[in-house]
């Protein structure tokens, strides 16, 4: 095993123990791995929180090859997303909330995208061409799922995709908080046909009064999330070719945080 590199954002012992158990041991025989988990994780996490190409991770890290094969397949296998759910139920019980939450806050974001192949569009609203990422938060600002899209995508229609997945796996889920670009029956009706219990959609606008910023209710939570997520240098233009990618980023950023809040 080579040395563990050490960065400001690398991973302290406690939070590296907390990740090791969520993550499946190699598989006996053949060669043993030249780098360890850790090293593994502190490269993703470094490429995230500096934005910068896998090509270019420093050399003391494992060559980017290997690292960005093990993203890719732990996102193939859909790791990411069992960690994250693990986390944020260890999360919202250490604050004192049951593991899964009764209400919830669904609001989207427009991001340009970078020069390369992929899906994209124009958000006419916005006036940005890239693409649009749809979360939906708890009450803590922690996500409990995301959707990225083309940003031509419609919020409302983002959302059915979004809560079509949402509805068989939030059981305890009752009350959505959203803005006004999600008013209408659609939403609504999906979760009333699909899941077979009543959720209440309450769209939450700003006074016709206001002039300039302030905060409205429980919208600021999800837009406080959207502020995290643009501490991560990754994360504030759409680098990925895949959507899905894309959304295992957004995942791990959320990795990230939630490690610190049971870590700090």
């Known amino acids: 095993m080579q040395p563990i590199p050490c960065y400001p954002g ?31 994780l502190d490269a993703i996490f470094y490429v995230l ?10 050399h003391d890290f494992a060559p980017w090859s290997t690292v960005y094969g093990y993203f890719r397949r ?5 790791l990411w997303q069992q960690i994250h759910d693990r986390l944020h139920g260890w999360v919202r019980r250490a604050a004192g909330k049951k593991p899964t939450p009764s209400a919830a ?16 569009g124009y ?25 990225v899209t083309p ?4 919020d409302r229609d983002g959302a059915r995709r979004l809560l079509v997945w949402l509805a068989q796996q939030a059981s305890r889920l009752r009350l959505i908080w959203a803005d006004g670009g999600y008013t209408g029956a659609p939403v609504a009706w999906l979760w009333g046909l699909r899941s077979r219990r009543r959720v209440r959609l309450e ?11 302030a905060v409205v209710r429980k919208r600021w939570i999800v837009e406080r999330t959207f502020g995290w997520l643009m501490k991560q240098r990754r994360l504030r233009c759409d680098y990925e070719q895949l959507l899905e990618t894309s959304e295992t980023m957004i995942q791990i950023a959320m990795i990230r945080l939630m490690l610190r809040r049971l870590h700090p």
């Open 105 to 120: 806050i669904l609001d989207s974001q427009s991001v340009k995208v970078a020069d390369q192949t992929g899906p994209r």
């Open 74 to 78: 732990w996102r193939r296998q859909g």
């Open 151 to 154: 940003a031509d995508v419609q």
């Open 10 to 40: 690398s991973l302290t012992d406690q939070q590296f123990d907390t990740l090791q158990k969520l993550i499946p041991p190699r598989p006996g025989g053949g060669r043993p791995p030249t780098h360890s988990h850790r090293t593994i």
């Open 123 to 147: 958000d006419a609203g916005k006036k940005i061409k890239g693409r649009k990422r749809h979360l939906l938060v708890d009450t803590l600002g922690l996500i409990v799922a995301v959707l």
């Open 49 to 58: 929180r500096s934005g910068c190409a896998w090509r270019l991770l420093p």
């Open 203 to 213: 769209v939450v606008k700003r006074p016709d009064q206001q002039r300039g910023f």
